[in-house]
């Protein structure tokens, strides 16, 4: 059966503040800018989970998008949105919540509960212009 790529759009708020324990707040300041304001900022971030495999004779699909839909809300949703990743997303209590540490943490949440048999790609917008994407 030919190899598709299915796509399946989510969003979340958050708040986060980007800064490094180990460098001085001024060193923060310069590296990371207004993103390192000490009171946080927020983004509404736009998520995008791509999975690529065969589609299947009987059900016509490649993933029940349904259940896609599902894993994104309880494992990505439910836990990132309206929070504060610094202060209340257990991933980011040592790991810095930049827009490429977010997606990793989302495709390593995501890939436990899909199958190997299908890619994984996560591409996650931070605003209309910054994105990025990971497959791993």
């Given at each position: 059966?030919?190899?598709i ?6 969003h ?6 980007l800064?490094n ?6 060193r923060n ?11 946080y900022?927020?983004?509404n971030?736009?998520?995008i989970?791509?999975?690529?495999g065969?589609i299947?004779?009987?059900?016509g699909?490649?993933?029940d998008l349904g259940?896609?839909?599902d ?9 990132f949105?309206?929070?504060n990743?610094?202060?209340?997303v257990?991933?980011f209590?040592?790991l810095?919540?930049s827009?490429e540490?977010i997606?990793?943490v989302?495709?390593?949440?995501l ?11 996560i591409?996650?917008y931070e ?5 990025v994407?990971y497959?791993?």
């Amino acid at each position: 059966m030919p190899r598709i790529t299915i796509h399946r759009k989510a969003h979340f708020n958050a708040a986060h503040r980007l800064f490094n324990p180990n460098w001085s707040d001024e060193r923060n300041i310069e590296v990371f800018g207004k993103c390192s304001n000490p009171h946080y900022h927020g983004h509404n971030y736009e998520l995008i989970v791509s999975l690529t495999g065969e589609i299947d004779p009987e059900t016509g699909y490649v993933y029940d998008l349904g259940k896609l839909k599902d894993l994104i809300k309880l494992h990505v949703e439910d836990s990132f949105d309206h929070k504060n990743l610094n202060i209340e997303v257990e991933e980011f209590k040592d790991l810095n919540p930049s827009v490429e540490n977010i997606a990793v943490v989302i495709y390593d949440k995501l890939r436990v509960k899909i199958e190997k048999k299908y890619d994984l790609e996560i591409t996650l917008y931070e605003t209309p212009r910054n994105y990025v994407t990971y497959s791993g």
